[in-house]
């Protein structure tokens, strides 16, 4: 089986700009709350052959995937990552939002207000938790050293809160705690969720494995990267972020066996592809690793390791459209996008799925 041909007309013709990923979204159309039922989201599904599209629901995700196919999860787990506090000595609130542990009590973080907050400044979050600004950073952000009573992360389950994406406009709740987490999450370091993945339940795991479905994780710690904007018109020049990635012996091997079988890779979510084209060779094989990539995929790109992708509706012109657009075609994948608007589906993290086969 060879579905991982990703070169399409339209991809290969005049050079796509940032303005071909724009596309028009009513505010009303952003999610701001989960569904109670995660597996109950409407799901669309492109078919890149006969340039089909069909709306269903995610609990029928299972109609497009065989006995044999290999789904690939993203195990990474979203830490509390934003915090409140205050200044020690003049009482005035700092938001810290962790970015990246660097060592043993010190990290990368981004500070509001920046320009009140300056090396030398001690940031009060609890009676057991406070920082000190010890450095800034070329992007503009702050390093601090974290002093704790008790263990760093436990202390941070109570003081954090859940670090919801920019388009969520409240503040984040108890049920935030849950459902912006997926149901496999195991590998704490990520402070953004893999969003496709969010559409999962147990039950659902459950009867897809029952139908023959292998299943294999890797992990990619989203970072805040992730909500980047692209601000050159030539995408082609966009540096992409850099995030962590880890893909073990096992899951290689699932990975690899499912490929010699003739069966399809199926990826959840961009994190998910992300590294499995960061890992394979040419002949699809991928390799087990860790590391940092900063892959930036966009049209047109020969995919070499995924053959199905399940994925969420994303923000105009951003670099998940553009991964998007890669695998199913731009106009193809436009064409959907326009169709969403117009059916009212839920777009962003707590939004819709699109399945792309």
Same mark, same amino acid.
């Given at each position: 089986?060879?579905?991982?041909?990703?070169?399409?007309?339209?991809?290969? /013709?005049?050079?796509?700009?940032?303005?071909?990923?724009?596309?028009?979204?009513?505010?009303?159309?952003?999610?701001?709350?989960?569904?109670?039922?995660?597996?109950?989201?409407?799901?669309?599904?492109?078919?890149?052959?006969?340039?089909?599209?069909?709306?269903?629901?995610?609990?029928?995700?299972?109609?497009?995937?065989?006995?044999?196919?290999?789904?690939?999860?993203?195990?990474?787990?979203?830490?509390?990552?934003?915090?409140?506090?205050?200044?020690?000595?003049?009482?005035?609130?700092?938001?810290?939002?962790?970015?990246?542990?660097?060592?043993?009590?010190?990290?990368?973080?981004?500070?509001?207000?920046?320009?009140?907050?300056?090396?030398?400044?001690?940031?009060?979050?609890?009676?057991?938790?406070?920082?000190?600004?010890?450095?800034?950073?070329?992007?503009?952000? &702050?390093?601090?050293?974290?002093?704790?009573? +008790?263990?760093?992360?436990?202390?941070?389950?109570?003081?954090?809160?859940?670090?919801?994406?920019?388009?969520?406009? !409240?503040?984040?709740?108890?049920?935030?705690?849950?459902?912006?987490?997926?149901?496999?999450?195991?590998?704490?370091?990520?402070?953004?969720?893999?969003?496709?993945?969010?559409?999962?339940?147990?039950?659902?795991?459950? !009867?897809?494995?029952?139908? +023959?479905?292998?299943?294999?994780?890797?992990?990619?710690?989203? /970072?805040?990267?992730?909500?980047?904007?692209?601000?050159?018109?030539?995408?082609?020049?966009?540096?992409?972020?850099?995030?962590?990635?880890?893909?073990?012996?096992?899951?290689?091997?699932?990975?690899?066996?499912?490929?010699?079988?003739?069966?399809?890779?199926?990826?959840?979510?961009?994190?998910?592809?992300?590294?499995?084209?960061?890992?394979? /060779?040419?002949?699809? &094989?991928?390799?087990?690793?860790? +590391?940092?990539?900063?892959?930036?995929?966009?049209?047109?790109?020969?995919?070499?390791?995924?053959?199905?992708?399940?994925?969420?509706?994303?923000?105009?012109?951003?670099?998940?459209?553009?991964?998007?657009?890669?695998?199913?075609?731009?106009?193809?994948?436009?064409?959907?996008?326009?169709?969403?608007?117009?059916?009212?589906?839920?777009?962003?993290?707590?939004?819709?799925?699109?399945?792309?086969?």
């Amino acid at each position: 089986m060879d579905l991982n041909k990703n070169f399409f007309e339209d991809d290969i /013709g005049a050079k796509l700009k940032l303005s071909d990923f724009s596309y028009h979204l009513p505010d009303k159309l952003i999610a701001q709350y989960p569904l109670e039922n995660r597996e109950e989201s409407r799901l669309m599904v492109l078919n890149r052959t006969s340039r089909d599209i069909d709306e269903k629901h995610f609990t029928d995700i299972s109609e497009y995937l065989d006995p044999g196919d290999c789904l690939v999860l993203n195990n990474t787990r979203v830490f509390p990552a934003r915090l409140i506090g205050t200044k020690d000595k003049t009482g005035a609130k700092v938001e810290v939002f962790l970015l990246r542990n660097l060592e043993n009590g010190i990290w990368e973080v981004m500070v509001k207000p920046a320009r009140k907050v300056r090396l030398g400044n001690k940031i009060v979050f609890s009676k057991d938790f406070t920082c000190d600004i010890i450095d800034n950073t070329v992007s503009g952000g &702050r390093i601090i050293e974290v002093h704790c009573n +008790g263990d760093f992360f436990e202390v941070l389950e109570e003081v954090g809160q859940t670090p919801l994406p920019p388009y969520i406009k !409240r503040p984040a709740e108890q049920i935030d705690r849950e459902y912006y987490q997926t149901v496999y999450a195991t590998q704490r370091g990520a402070v953004a969720a893999p969003t496709a993945g969010l559409h999962f339940s147990s039950d659902l795991l459950k !009867r897809i494995e029952e139908k +023959g479905v292998r299943i294999a994780y890797l992990t990619l710690h989203v /970072g805040l990267g992730t909500f980047k904007p692209v601000q050159v018109d030539d995408i082609s020049r966009h540096q992409m972020h850099s995030e962590y990635y880890e893909i073990s012996e096992e899951a290689a091997e699932i990975i690899n066996k499912t490929r010699s079988s003739g069966k399809a890779i199926c990826a959840v979510g961009t994190t998910s592809v992300r590294v499995l084209e960061t890992v394979a /060779g040419r002949n699809g &094989r991928v390799r087990q690793g860790r +590391g940092w990539t900063d892959k930036f995929i966009y049209p047109p790109y020969q995919f070499q390791a995924v053959d199905k992708l399940i994925t969420n509706f994303h923000l105009p012109e951003s670099t998940l459209l553009m991964l998007t657009s890669a695998f199913a075609g731009h106009d193809f994948t436009m064409e959907a996008y326009r169709k969403a608007v117009k059916g009212a589906y839920r777009f962003f993290s707590y939004g819709d799925a699109m399945m792309i086969v």
